[in-house]
């Protein structure tokens, strides 16, 4: 079975600049989610879609950023314009069921997008 | 408010155990986790602890977690060069359980 997909896994661009990042949850899986880890620090959750509703999107730093998920398949999370402080890795999770990890419950982690703005 | 600390890095000889810490403040945990990063990969979830236990032994993982201290620990026993990673601490509390809570992330190299 396919894991979670992230695409691309790097992008170079200068700030202003648009870039559309986007990720394959592993087939089946309802609930998708997208975090962010910038400059070393913490991973920061961003938003959670069920389908394609967002559930939660408490996480989303500004109107610069727009998370989409047409047809409750794929997810793109698309950053415009672009600043520097944006750089940082893009994840992309997947579960089942909402909720808990474990078991059933377990958030499936992409490899990420590394996003550098210059 | 919703924190996970870890250090930064640890370094262990091949062979010795390894104890990664992580301390948090939100007294609502559910579940608390430890992931793995590898260089290049996404994040897997080693194991997790529900927060009414104080203890889960997995191979050689344990895991250990102090309510009262609001402190979490991983302990690789006899660690291998395959374990060099970024090691995250994390939570989920009742409010919020689909959104994990992580801390900054623990570098582990292992030294010969």
């Given amino acids: 079975e396919a894991g979670v997909t992230q695409f691309p896994s790097h992008s170079v661009i200068e700030k202003g600049q648009t870039v559309t990042l986007r990720c394959d949850p592993i087939s089946g899986h309802d609930n998708l989610y997208w975090y962010r880890r910038v400059m070393g620090k913490e991973i920061k959750f961003l938003l959670h879609f069920v389908k394609e ?9 500004n109107n610069r950023f727009l998370a989409e998920r047409t047809g409750g398949t794929y997810s793109t999370l698309k950053v415009q314009p672009a600043e520097l402080e944006d750089s940082g890795v893009y994840f992309c999770a997947s579960s089942q069921i909402p909720g808990l990890a474990g078991g059933s419950n377990e958030q499936f982690f992409g490899p990420g997008t590394r996003l550098t703005v210059l | 408010g919703e924190d996970v600390e870890q250090s930064l890095f640890l370094s262990v000889r091949e062979g010795d155990s390894s104890v990664i810490n992580c301390t948090y403040t939100d007294s609502s ?8 990063q ?6 897997q979830l080693l194991t997790y602890i529900f927060s009414n236990m104080d203890m889960k032994q997995d191979q050689r993982l344990t895991v250990l977690l102090n309510k009262k201290d609001k ?7 006899d660690t291998q060069t395959g374990d060099s990673a970024i090691y995250f601490c994390a939570e989920t509390l009742y409010s919020s359980a689909s959104k994990i809570i992580f801390g900054s992330g623990t570098r582990l190299s292992i030294r010969p």
Wanted: no cysteine; hydrophobic share 30%.
């Fill in chain 2, 38 to 43: 590898e260089p290049g990969a996404g994040l």
């Fill in chain 2, 71 to 77: 402190h979490l620990s991983l302990r690789i026993a």
């Fill in chain 2, 29 to 36: 945990s559910t579940y608390l986790y430890w992931y793995k």
């Fill in chain 1, 53 to 61: 509703s967002k559930q939660d999107e408490s996480g989303m730093p």
